[in-house]
């Protein structure tokens, strides 16, 4: 239907269709209120007292208060109940101080999961070593708020002015260090001056927090050499084995070694001592047998040729004849182990 058919049926100033429906509304009378005499003070009364009202805050225990007045910092106050001028007057923030925040250096967490995923920022994670090498790594900065007021007020954009010290820090420690300390035996000293160096900045900023750990999550060298660097470690792994396999052998053979040498000591000390004082009892010997040959030389010069004569023919019988004639009073002289039986016609004569 077109606009010019409506303005033909309208009729009337009251601008009725005069074909359609007709409705008849019901009139309402509303009560005449009088706006004058005390209604309105006990309004605006009760207005200034929920105004007044809203100036009650509660600061929770893991919390801070941080009041302003307009705009101002005025007092920081401490769990539990507290009031306020209302707004605008004073304004209240209750940050949680307790609350371990974490800025993540070199990745993104995606979906925390599990499984967790992330996502790698090489822009952030690639950096260079003393010697010259790339290292890619990443971190995980935890800090707690130290000062509500400081943190709230003293820096803009706290967070990723956090973000932007950690990784100006760890480039700076990384590149005092060369590829085989920040990949194998460096690791905790890197996080320990990383940390050291970090707070020394937040503290020159007086951002009101304090770092609270420095954590290295991944480091490895850049996917383009990860290769060769596994050979090399590789191969390293292969020498410090080698090198303790030498060790242990070393650490056996030695002490048998210096065992076997003692005993040889001890066994040449003992021959030596042994030689000596048979010496020592073989001229002591000469010279009792030196002074009882100047006493009697004819006797123990047969003495000594008896004695030699019955050790050089051991296990022989063994008889002296005397020279000197029929006479004698012992004419056989028996030198066997048990003896000779003397002739009976020999023990005649000599009766």
């Not at 973000?163 to 194998?184: F, H, M, W």
């Not at 060790?247 to 000591?265: D, F, S």
């Not at 040449?268 to 100047?294: C, I, N, P, S, T």
């Not at 002296?320 to 028996?334: E, F």
């Amino acid at each position: 239907m077109a606009w010019d058919d409506f303005d033909q049926r309208r009729k009337g100033p009251d601008d009725r269709f005069d074909g359609g429906p007709q409705f008849n509304l019901p009139q309402l009378k509303l009560p005449n209120v009088q706006m004058g005499g005390p209604v309105i003070y006990v309004i605006i009364a009760a207005l200034v007292l929920i105004w007044l009202g809203t100036g009650i805050y509660t600061v929770g225990p893991r919390e801070q208060g941080v009041v302003l007045r307009f705009g101002r910092y005025v007092r920081t106050t401490t769990p539990g109940l507290h009031y306020h001028l209302p707004y605008p007057i004073e304004t209240v923030f209750t940050p949680e101080v307790t609350e371990v925040r974490r800025v993540e250096i070199g990745f993104r967490t995606i979906d925390p999961g599990p499984p967790a995923r992330y996502t790698n920022v090489p822009s952030e994670s690639l950096m260079l070593t003393g010697d010259e090498n790339i290292v890619d790594l990443d971190m995980i900065v935890q800090y707690v708020i130290r000062d509500a007021r400081k943190f709230l007020f003293n820096v803009k954009d706290l967070p990723r002015t956090i973000k932007n010290a950690s990784e100006a820090a760890l480039r700076e420690v990384i590149g005092r260090r060369n590829i085989d300390e920040a990949l194998t035996t460096g690791k905790i000293p890197i996080q320990e001056d990383t940390k050291a160096l970090l707070q020394q900045i937040l503290d020159e900023y007086d951002a009101g927090v304090q770092v609270v750990a420095v954590q290295l999550q991944d480091v490895q060298p850049p996917a383009q050499v990860l290769d060769a660097f596994k050979d090399v470690a590789s191969a390293r792994e292969d020498k410090e084995r080698m090198i303790r396999e030498a060790e242990g052998y070393k650490n056996a053979i030695l002490p048998e070694t210096r065992g076997k040498v003692e005993k040889i000591l001890r066994e040449a000390e003992a021959y030596r001592a042994e030689k000596v004082k048979r010496a020592m009892g073989d001229a002591q010997r000469f010279l009792q047998v030196l002074r009882e040959y100047k006493k009697a030389p004819d006797i123990t010069q047969k003495r000594l040729y008896i004695e030699t004569m019955e050790e050089i023919l051991p296990g022989m019988e063994k008889f002296i004849l005397d020279s000197g004639g029929k006479n004698s009073v012992l004419p056989l002289l028996p030198l066997g182990p048990q003896g000779v039986n003397i002739p009976a016609s020999s023990q005649e004569k000599r009766q």
